[in-house]
């Protein structure tokens, strides 16, 4: 029995756009969704507290690699598993630390077992394989675990992809192999293939006959132009199989999560809004806010004048200002608050203009007031 339920209650008549429920261990949540991401079992300035009250989150992230690194498994292990750990009674989705861990290009070495790589935080040597990562995960006790994939860069020439692809799909496979939890926890398989459609199409064809509770859509998003994206999103998603979850992977501008969810993605992660949260950025229903530019010093208007969040509920412009010019942990904390919910605020209007049959008419009015270009 798998550990996940994917239900579709209603498609877009006029695009991609799905509407539905998936079920996990930790409760169920509505689809399409934006997780949140706790990199190292915290979502960076909020408190489990904030993230159900004043966020909305029902599933957030976990990373394996930094995870792994630190505290370690045994400290997690001991605790009872990560949910305990950070006193977390919702979801969990942990990456298989495959893009930390090739994102480190000298510090690492591939091979047909795994990736020998040194730890960004002391050189130390580590190796990762992909039983090494479920093994990891299982440990964590997330509800959805990655299988171990080679994120291929961009550019990269055909050649490379081919041979990348190849190596995923048979770690994919050792992945499944090592997957014991299959009531407790779910496994996606990842869909590579670079920039190249047909052999994105060669990726789901193999990782569709391994069989996986759900599919994501890795290797996007990692400096493409946008144009490219959604075309590879638009020449992949069909061939995903509608009875599971579909997962677009380290996605979280506005533009990108209506995108996602025209084309049929159910999931999307990013780290963009706590970032840019910390920086003194926020999302608004009119653009982007640097909250630090002079013309806010003397504003006393709520940050976004259509959001009823903490944030705008209770602080001003000029308040917000003052906070993030001196440093106060107070406004990268508010900042945050707010460009989270604003995305989980967006993802609940997504998925009522696709109950409606009008994400294509919601896509157009959003980009007219936030100032996109399609």
Request: glycine share 8%.
């Amino acid at each position: 029995m798998s550990a996940i339920k994917y239900e579709l209650i209603h498609k877009d008549k006029n695009s991609g756009a799905r509407y539905g429920k998936i079920t996990l261990p930790h409760g169920e949540f509505e689809t399409p969704v934006f997780m949140p991401v706790g990199t190292l079992g915290t979502v960076k300035a909020m408190t489990v507290e904030e993230l159900e009250e004043l966020v909305q989150a029902n599933i957030i992230l976990g990373n394996t690699y930094h995870l792994y690194l630190r505290p370690g498994m045994e400290v997690i292990k001991a605790a009872g598993g990560l949910h305990k750990f950070m006193n977390w009674k919702h979801n969990i989705l942990t990456d298989s630390g495959g893009f930390q861990v090739f994102s480190l290009n000298a510090l690492r070495k591939i091979t047909e077992e795994g990736v020998e790589f040194r730890s960004h935080l002391n050189g130390e040597k580590h190796f990762l394989s992909p039983e090494k990562a479920i093994e990891i995960q299982q440990t964590l006790g997330s509800d959805i675990m990655m299988c171990f994939d080679e994120c291929a860069p961009y550019p990269a020439d055909r050649k490379y992809v081919e041979k990348s692809v190849k190596l995923t799909t048979r770690w994919a496979k050792r992945c499944r192999e090592a997957h014991t939890n299959r009531e407790t926890q779910a496994l996606f398989g990842i869909v590579q293939g670079g920039m190249y459609n047909d052999l994105r199409a060669e990726s789901v064809k193999e990782l569709t006959e391994i069989g996986f509770d759900g599919y994501a859509i890795g290797g996007l998003s990692v400096g493409e132009p946008k144009e490219t994206m959604l075309e590879v999103l638009e020449a992949t998603m069909p061939l995903l199989p509608e009875d599971k979850a579909r997962y677009l992977m380290g996605v979280g501008s506005p533009d990108y999560l209506i995108e996602a969810a025209l084309s049929g993605i159910d999931m999307c992660d990013c780290v963009l809004p706590t970032r840019m949260g910390r920086n003194g950025t926020a999302m608004t229903s009119r653009g982007r806010v640097i909250i630090k530019n002079k013309k806010y010093e003397m504003d006393f208007e709520k940050l976004d004048p259509e959001c009823e969040c903490y944030t705008c509920r209770n602080y001003s412009r000029s308040y917000l200002r003052h906070l993030i010019k001196c440093g106060e942990i107070l406004g990268a904390r508010l900042m945050t608050i707010h460009n989270l919910r604003f995305l989980t605020k967006l993802m609940e209007d997504i998925r009522e203009a696709i109950k409606q049959d009008r994400l294509l008419e919601f896509r157009d009015e959003f980009y007219k007031k936030y100032g996109y270009k399609k």
